[in-house]
């Protein structure tokens, strides 16, 4: 619950010394520490309940900035793929090419040896005519001549032969080591464009994922009552953080800062108070004209003020809101502003207090 709206600015005042006072001396410190910037969820929360209800409103309040950066994430991957899908088309183009000069270089390279064996056969025959003409009686020169013109003509037509068979297997070798280089390009291609495509995949995953900041909204919402019932189970002091000067739970830290500073970019410039001890809350009660401190009625007392141990001040999940240096009215600004916006940040009012904010309403 909160102060009066008219209350004093020597109370208030007097009020955040003694709250800054009893975390200093809670923590021995100087201060509690201060939250991190946007990029990041903030302190870590204690219990299930409170790191369930922190991680939907910071997917929740960052879900539009996931999105927007997925899609570009997206976009570039899913050029990615079409440029390895190009030089996949473009790989089996080159090792259909090579694939074809393999065959052109094998007809040849056949028809060279054949070449080679019908010109073997030649100079076998050629000499076989030479030995003959040499032989015979008697023995015609002419003949001797003709025999041994053939044989160094079928030497020359072998030789020739040898060449093409040569160069045939060696323009072979070379297809061949082409159709490899294709080959391998084609793997690489491919294992590009599979990479490309299942890096795009797993992005269309997590942009199915990110949620809508409504949804997750709810869902948070859906939670917060588990968040104080087991945050008070075990609240300490050190699950508190400072955000703008204002003590508020871990779990609740980036959500109020994110809803700080989302309102002062439209204008609206808000501070107020969170965490207050259980013996400032006595304090309270007997400030508020409460008839008993334990066991009256927070609607008994002047200021709605509840007993000790059930305000959710006392756990750092709720929060009084003020702007210019006076406690908001449902006539500010700032409660328009918070009644149009407030929810996406996790907070609800309490109807009975325009400036009491907590994350269940109470």
């Not at 159709?179 to 995949?201: I, K, N």
């Not at 859906?222 to 003590?247: E, L, W």
């Not at 809101?321 to 407030?342: D, E």
């Amino acid at each position: 619950m909160a102060n009066r709206p008219e209350q004093s600015t020597r109370t208030r005042t007097r009020t955040r010394r003694l709250v800054a006072a009893a975390i200093v001396a809670a923590l021995g410190v100087a201060g509690t520490p201060a939250v991190a910037g946007a990029a990041t969820p903030g302190p870590a929360p204690a219990g299930p309940a409170a790191a369930s209800w922190s991680q939907l409103m910071y997917r929740s309040l960052t879900a539009t900035a996931t999105a927007a950066q997925l899609h570009t994430v997206l976009a570039t991957q899913t050029t990615a793929v079409a440029t390895q899908s190009a030089a996949v088309v473009v790989a089996q183009s080159a090792l259909t090419a090579a694939q074809a000069q393999v065959a052109a270089a094998t007809s040849a390279d056949t028809a060279a040896r054949t070449r080679f064996t019908t010109a073997n056969k030649a100079l076998a025959a050629a000499k076989g005519t030479s030995i003959r003409a040499s032989k015979q009686k008697p023995r015609r020169a002419a003949a001797v001549t003709r025999a041994t013109t053939a044989v160094k003509g079928a030497v020359q037509a072998l030789d020739a032969a040898r060449a093409r068979v040569a160069q045939a297997d060696a323009v072979l070798q070379q297809a061949r080591t082409g159709v490899q280089t294709a080959t391998t390009g084609l793997s690489t291609a491919v294992a590009a464009r599979d990479t490309a495509s299942a890096a795009a995949a797993q992005t269309q995953l997590k942009l199915a994922a990110v949620g809508t900041p409504a949804d997750l909204a709810r869902q948070a919402a859906a939670v917060s009552q588990d968040v104080v019932s087991q945050t008070r189970a075990g609240f300490t002091v050190a699950d508190t953080t400072t955000v703008y000067g204002i003590t508020v739970n871990n779990a609740v830290a980036y959500a109020f800062k994110r809803m700080i500073d989302d309102a002062k970019a439209q204008g609206v410039v808000m501070s107020g108070g969170g965490f207050r001890t259980q013996q400032r809350q006595i304090e309270l009660r007997t400030i508020n004209g409460c008839p008993d401190v334990w066991t009256a009625p927070s609607s008994s007392c002047r200021v709605p003020t509840a007993i000790p141990g059930r305000s959710l001040h006392e756990i750092g999940l709720a929060v009084d809101i003020s702007a210019g240096g006076k406690t908001i009215t449902r006539s500010t600004p700032a409660f328009a502003w918070l009644t149009a916006h407030a929810a996406a940040y996790g907070f609800k009012n309490l109807p009975s207090e325009a400036w009491h904010w907590s994350i269940t309403g109470s």
